[in-house]
């Protein structure tokens, strides 16, 4: 028998929900068949531009130009990406697409409207699950929030709205997106929440080619 290949597990949703918290706790206990990554990637040169235009309101830089950076900032990490889902490892994804396409889209600038904003992402690996972390209460108490340039509650509004109205339009696919409202929970009590949801998927058996956005 050929060897199963590994999952493609992203954990999306707006500003300080808790999603690099819950990456982290989901790759440890994943343990060594899981690898971690965080969208953006500011590690890499394209990823150092993208982390000048977050943290100084002054950098200016086209929308369309900030889109499409962010964008080929996860085509850096494609080949890895496959590479790791062949040789059977499990791939933990903090923020991809769907970020993308909510905040750039959330800007309502004229031409950049959702296919606009999804077109420079496809033909990146499909993930198997999304989680969709959602905090009924606002996050701007929870720490560091504000510190960077979409931190904004109004501006989080948009991307909220642009988020809901983008798995509304995935159709079919949506039934990999899955809600977690994480409204007055613990770490601990998401952390479960997220294990319930991805242990499943983690046992469905799969053929090996890898479908794409
Ligand atoms: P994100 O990656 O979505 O921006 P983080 O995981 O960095 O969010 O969490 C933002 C802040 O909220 C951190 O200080 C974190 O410790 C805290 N936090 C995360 N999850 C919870 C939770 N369920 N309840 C209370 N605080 C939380
Ligand atoms: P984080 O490091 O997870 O806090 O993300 C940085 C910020 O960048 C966050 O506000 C979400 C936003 N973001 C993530 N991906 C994209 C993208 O593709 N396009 C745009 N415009 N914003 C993005
Ligand atoms: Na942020
Ligand atoms: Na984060």
Same mark, same amino acid.
């Given at each position: ?187 601990? +009590?998401?952390?479960? +929440?997220?294990?319930?949801?991805? +242990? ?14």
């Amino acid at each position: 028998m050929t060897k199963q290949r590994g999952k493609l597990i992203l954990i999306e949703g707006l500003d300080r929900t808790g999603k690099s918290t819950q990456c982290s706790l989901l790759a440890e206990r994943l343990g060594e068949r899981a690898h971690l990554i965080k969208f953006p990637d500011r590690t890499t040169g394209i990823g150092a531009l993208i982390n000048t235009y977050l943290t100084d309101e002054a950098f200016a830089l086209p929308d369309e130009s900030i889109h499409l950076l962010f964008s080929a900032n996860r085509w850096e990490q494609h080949a890895a990406i496959e590479g790791m889902l062949l040789a059977g490892q499990h791939v933990v994804l903090d923020r991809y697409v769907y970020s993308g396409v909510a905040y750039s889209a959330a800007k309502h600038v004229p031409g950049m409207d959702r296919e606009w904003c999804y077109a420079s992402d496809r033909g990146l690996v499909r993930p198997d699950v999304t989680l969709f972390l959602v905090n009924q209460e606002s996050n701007d108490t929870r720490s560091g929030f504000g510190e960077e340039r979409y931190e904004k509650a109004a501006f989080q509004e948009r991307v909220r709205s642009e988020f809901h109205a983008l798995f509304e339009t995935l159709g079919p696919r949506c039934d990999e997106v899955v809600t977690v409202d994480v409204t007055g929970r613990s770490i601990q +009590q998401v952390q479960q +929440q997220v294990w319930d949801l991805v +242990q499943p998927v983690l046992d469905e058996p799969i053929d090996s080619t890898l479908s794409t956005l």
